[in-house]
């Protein structure tokens, strides 16, 4: 007797099973491999493994009333992003590519955050912190659910994009970033968002530590910070962790493709 088989999990991580059997070899997604250059080398990459993660493009770190604007950060360069970023992301969904938003979006008890990482922006416990309400319009700092915390309104998300809140600089600890990735068979990740010298890079150094293969897009990364980190990210992510590209040269390679 044949009984019907049913799917458990994601593809390409995905058993079929039946009463009797279980099927565990996981066809593979269909391989896209396409060719992209770099600042350092040509890339044969396979659109099929690949995800972008899009890394706190949030109104507390890039809106004019949000939290880094409020403690006297000029946020004029993290807004740089939105613009290449609206003419990527349609392209790469389009193409199959998972677009991952990777936000920082707390607890309301702020338990898992430790008092260092409060000290970071409010350094004598008086400011506006983490989880406290800006004066600007009471929403409550990079907590999740809270305007403070929302991707800006020029970018948008859609329903099959992911999101994934994390509690630090890098979006890997303690979250389900790893999990979710692998699940989806995903081990080449484009890395926008800002900023580029803190939670970009940091996570960016993680995936490279976890066996991830990361290739930062510039114009689609930014930072507040002094141009000379700007400067020591570019040289230490082509010269430790990955490589270096930017949207225009992404999107030659979607055209190619043909695929839509």
Known sequence: MNLPYRTLGVAPNAWTVNHAIADITRPQNTPQP?????????????LAKAAILVIDMQNDFCHPDGWLAHIGVDVTPAR??????????????????????????NRPDLLNISAGLRHVYN????????????PSNGAKVLMAGSW??????????????????????????????????????????????????????????????????????KDCTATTSPDYCWLATLYNVKQC????????????????????
């Open 148 to 217: 403070a915390a929302a991707v800006v309104n020029e970018l948008q998300q859609l329903p099959e994009d992911i999101r994934v809140d994390k509690y630090r600089m890098s979006g890997f600890w303690d979250t389900p970033l790893d999990s979710i990735l692998r699940n989806l068979g995903r081990t080449t990740l484009f890395f926008a968002g800002v900023n580029a010298d803190q939670c970009v890079m940091a996570t960016l150094c993680d995936a490279n530590f976890l066996g991830y293969d990361c290739v930062l897009v």
């Open 80 to 105: 740089k992003p939105i613009e290449p970023l609206q003419s990527l992301l349609p392209e790469l969904r389009a193409a199959g590519v998972p677009v991952i938003w990777v936000n920082w979006g």
């Open 241 to 260: 962790f990955g490589f270096v590209t930017d949207s225009q040269a992404i999107l030659t390679v979607l055209e190619k493709t043909g695929e839509w």
């Open 34 to 46: 396409v060719i992209l250059p770099t600042e350092t080398k040509t890339l044969r990459l396979d």
């Open 123 to 134: 350094p004598t416990g008086e400011g506006v912190g983490l989880g406290d309400p800006l």
